[in-house]
């Protein structure tokens, strides 16, 4: 995602790198805030911070109601409210979590993979056959990541660069800390990730956005354009495509990490529709736990 601005305003881009410098400012001191507590409490704050402060005023919890009340339109408001809610509190959670970069591996290090694909992911390393684990903004991803960084597999990982550069460059230094390489989207960190690949790596990729004139495929009862490339990369490097989700637990602090099984080779659509499918599932049974911050079911001129 580029970074300049599209306004043909000579005064814009400075006027822009002053507010992202401030807003990069303000989610510092917040982060530096909330590193100084002990990590349940700094994990409570910044949830409760981002539910009851920062979500609403920026918009967050409007969205994630539109979203909600489309896809399940009979549902009381009363629950969308309370979905609404707790999907903010888990996205504040996730983003300290994510921050938190000695404590939060630390803490996963002790989790055990659970799910078939535990130990399809095992035999495909033996066999020095690459693997692309794919999951959705849902729990918190890193936590499976991180479990599995803990028993010497080494995960890369591509990411979008945020728009905001001041932000981006320790966000970053973020994923870098999980171990495993990390590449950026665009042809140099494709060039990589397919590197990566080819040596019989692994690697995350997530697929829940809104991707520019990708295929349309059902995403919870609703059509959503949905990004072909994992299951495009699994049929050309031969790799294992197996789902895998961070599920937080009751205590709001750990984490179940579960892969399931990979999925069947045959055709990009089909594929990623079982990805899709498999994700559906997973926010049927805790719709909390997925960002519906996200504009999923966005139009291509929005």
Not at 83 to 104: P, T, V, W
């Amino acid at each position: 995602m580029s970074n300049q601005t599209t306004s043909d305003d000579p005064h814009a881009q400075p006027v822009q790198r002053f507010w992202d410098f401030l807003i990069n400012a303000l989610i510092v001191g917040i982060i530096r805030l909330a590193l100084a507590l002990p990590y349940a409490t700094r994990i409570r704050f910044v949830g409760w911070l981002v539910e009851r402060v920062i979500g609403p005023v920026a918009g967050y919890r409007r969205r994630a109601l539109q979203n909600l009340r489309m896809i399940w339109p009979d549902m009381s408001g009363a629950r969308h409210a309370e979905i609404a809610g707790k999907c903010l509190n888990n996205l504040g959670r996730s983003f300290i979590e994510n921050y938190s970069a000695q404590d939060f591996p630390a803490r996963m290090a002790e989790n055990t993979p659970t799910g078939p694909g535990a130990r399809a992911l095992e035999q495909a390393v033996q066999d020095g056959r690459p693997v692309i684990l794919v999951s959705g903004h849902f729990g918190n991803y890193e936590a499976t990541r991180a479990t599995l960084v803990a028993r010497g597999y080494d995960i890369g990982g591509l990411y979008r660069d945020m728009k905001n550069p001041y932000f981006n460059a320790h966000y970053v230094k973020t994923m870098e800390a999980f171990g495993g390489p990390v590449f950026p989207q665009g042809r140099k960190g494709t060039a990589g990730f397919v590197r990566h690949l080819r040596k019989g790596g692994q690697l995350v990729l997530l697929f829940d956005q809104h991707v520019l004139y990708a295929p349309i495929l059902d995403f919870m009862g609703e059509p959503a354009r949905t990004a072909l490339s994992a299951a495009e990369l699994a049929l050309r490097y031969d790799a294992l495509l197996i789902p895998f989700y961070g599920i937080r637990q009751t205590d709001g602090l750990s984490f179940e990490a579960i892969l399931e099984a990979p999925i069947p080779h045959s055709d990009p659509m089909t594929m990623t529709q079982a990805l899709n499918d498999s994700l559906s599932e997973r926010i049927k049974q805790t719709p909390e736990q997925w960002f519906w911050v996200h504009r999923r079911w966005r139009a291509d001129e929005d």
